[in-house]
């Protein structure tokens, strides 16, 4: 039996929602932070509407890639954003998770809520940590160095 696994995070961010926002659906911006830290986007895609795809595949220092796709279930600008998320292994996609991202007006800038439901044990370690550095990676994009 396994138990699935719910990672929630929450950074805030002296920028406007939208600008937020607007950072995880626009193709000149997503790639130049999206991922954990160590590496870098070596192919990504957006279609940004509701039933749209996204994907994106990283590729560490030694040239191992990872690739992960998903598909955008509700876009509602700027206050949520939900989309499914599925890593692929020897060109199979795996089991689907959902990532739900809120954005919420803080007076001063935004609040991001990540909430990454279906997650399954060790998973739920190591979405953790990729989350943690792809959201530093925003603030600098941003211009907010933390």
Do not use: C, K
């Not at 396994?2 to 950072?23: G, H, K, S």
Request: net charge negative; aromatic share 10%; no cysteine.
């Amino acid at each position: 039996m396994t138990t699935d696994t719910l990672l929630r995070l929450e950074r805030d961010f002296d920028t406007p929602r939208e600008r937020v926002f607007d950072a995880w659906l626009d193709p000149n911006i997503f790639p130049r932070w999206f991922g954990p830290q160590s590496v870098r986007i070596a192919d990504f895609g957006i279609d940004a509407r509701q039933g749209g795809d996204w994907h994106a595949v990283m590729e560490n220092g030694e040239g191992q890639r990872y690739h992960v796709s998903g598909i955008y279930h509700e876009i509602a600008r700027p206050d949520r954003l939900v989309f499914t998320w599925a890593w692929h292994n020897d060109g199979i996609r795996g089991e689907e998770s959902v990532v739900h991202l809120t954005f919420e007006d803080t007076g001063n800038g935004t609040r991001l809520i990540v909430e990454h439901h279906g997650l399954v044990g060790e998973d739920a370690v190591n979405h953790n940590e990729g989350w943690d550095s792809s959201l530093a990676s925003l603030a600098e994009e941003l211009g907010q160095v933390r």
